[in-house]
């Protein structure tokens, strides 16, 4: 893999995966049974800087590129998937949206606190009526007299709509433009644990300034990422400054499209995590288990049964790494990478779903119990098939870039045919 990577990545590479291996380890098994939002961890990964990898260092971030924060994502993924959606979302989403298009002001405010570790931050999108068609946003934004916006509506299955508390929002402010008529904005609460937070050495202290009327509704009772808190994030008449409005009126939906674009790297590299995770468990269990099929005489390893499966699920993994540094190469260089994260998105969300099944298949009873990870990477990789764009919606950004190319590479045929005669 030491062609997408510097001995800088490297070394952070390790940095994370000891960290995981002192402090991940331990409590995963026990935070994902109670449903229990990891404080302690989170703090510890802030002050590591692992909450603002690709943050530049004039915003208080490591000011690494994004095949770093990639490698984050990554790694953590291995250990626990909700220590990895944390950082991924709150990086991705929540700081993601004010790095690329905040206004200075907006920058210098907000990313600080999120960089550090201080507050958590997030982005609230995902409506009732607008999933996969996140078009069809129906939280309102109406300008008022002073130039500020009154919003109401409701986003759900909001990755920190409890526990963090910066939050890009999406509004319709025109609609009757449609998608063009979609706003984004910048807006604040309180955390739901502040006893937690003050305890692990979190917060603010007071300097965001919350907005009235946006606050968490309940949370999710998940089948995976159990420790990661997600909640509705509910606006009602919250009246937001006109210097929170993130861009231009009508930018929003192209904006969140964006963020979507880099997101969809960090869900593959949490898939991709998921999946190595899983089959670093497998290769252990046939590694030591002995094959009570044939007597004991032999491990499961042996079979050959056996050593094909791992084959397939090794060499899959090689292709999701590729997949998944290829688009973080493009990202880091400028060039787009819209269709390369949708295929990577794609390929590694449905890896992570089959490379866990299969483990607990090759494990059998042992692979189904909580005494091995392999069970609960299981139900955290569901959701990477869903969130951030499901497959399907993945396939239709591959098809829509793959007829412009062909239409684009016709045009230049049809120009160079024209100019020869």
């Not at 939050?167 to 706003?183: L, Q, S, W």
């Not at 790297?265 to 899983?278: F, H």
């Not at 994260?341 to 692979?367: H, N, V, W, Y």
């Amino acid at each position: 893999m030491n062609e997408y990577f510097s001995e800088h990545h490297l070394a952070h590479r390790q940095r994370v995966r000891d960290f995981a291996l002192e402090r991940i380890v331990p409590v995963a098994r026990d935070v994902d049974h109670a449903s229990e939002f990891p404080w302690e961890n989170i703090r510890a990964m802030g002050e590591m800087g692992l909450l603002g990898v690709p943050v530049p260092t004039e915003y208080g971030g490591m000011g690494l590129d994004y095949t770093s924060y990639i490698l984050t994502v990554h790694e953590l993924a291995k250990y626990c998937a909700s220590h990895s959606i944390t950082v991924s979302a709150h990086t991705t989403l929540g700081s993601g949206p004010i790095l690329s298009f905040g206004d200075e002001d907006q920058k210098r405010k907000y990313l600080p606190h999120l960089a550090s570790g201080d507050v958590l931050g997030g982005f609230g999108l995902t409506e009732p009526d607008a999933g996969s068609d996140a078009g069809g946003t129906r939280t309102r934004a109406v300008r008022q007299d002073d130039g500020s916006y009154l919003l109401n509506g409701a986003k759900i299955f909001i990755t920190h709509a409890g526990v963090g508390e910066i939050f890009t929002v999406t509004a319709v402010t025109d609609p009757a433009a449609g998608a063009k008529g979609i706003t984004s904005f910048v807006v604040t609460k309180p955390t739901v644990d502040p006893e937690a937070q003050a305890r692990v050495g979190m917060g603010t202290g007071g300097a965001l300034g919350y907005i009235d009327g946006v606050q968490a509704g309940k949370k999710e009772d998940k089948m995976g990422w159990r420790a990661s808190d997600t909640r509705e994030l509910l606006l009602q008449d919250a009246h937001v400054p006109a210097e929170n409005r993130l861009g231009e009126e009508g930018q929003g939906f192209i904006n969140f499209m964006k963020t979507l674009d880099a997101g969809r790297i960090g869900i593959a590299a949490l898939s991709l995590g998921l999946a190595e995770g899983a089959f670093e468990a497998a290769v252990k269990y046939a590694a030591s288990t002995r094959d009570a099929g044939a007597g004991g005489k032999g491990r499961l390893w042996d079979r050959q049964q056996t050593q094909f499966g791992l084959a397939e699920m090794a060499t899959d993994i090689q292709a999701g790494y590729h997949l998944t540094y290829h688009a973080a190469r493009l990202k880091d260089r400028g060039e787009p990478f819209s269709k390369e994260a949708a295929m990577a998105k794609l390929f590694c969300s449905e890896l992570s779903m089959r490379a866990t099944l299969q483990a607990i298949q090759l494990m059998g009873p042992d692979g189904y119990s909580d005494e091995y990870p392999v069970e609960r990477l299981a139900r955290d990789a569901k959701v990477c098939e869903i969130g951030e764009g499901t497959s399907e919606v993945q396939k239709l950004v591959i098809g829509r870039h793959i007829l412009r190319e062909m239409e684009a590479a016709d045009r230049v045929s049809a120009a160079a045919a024209t100019a020869g005669v």
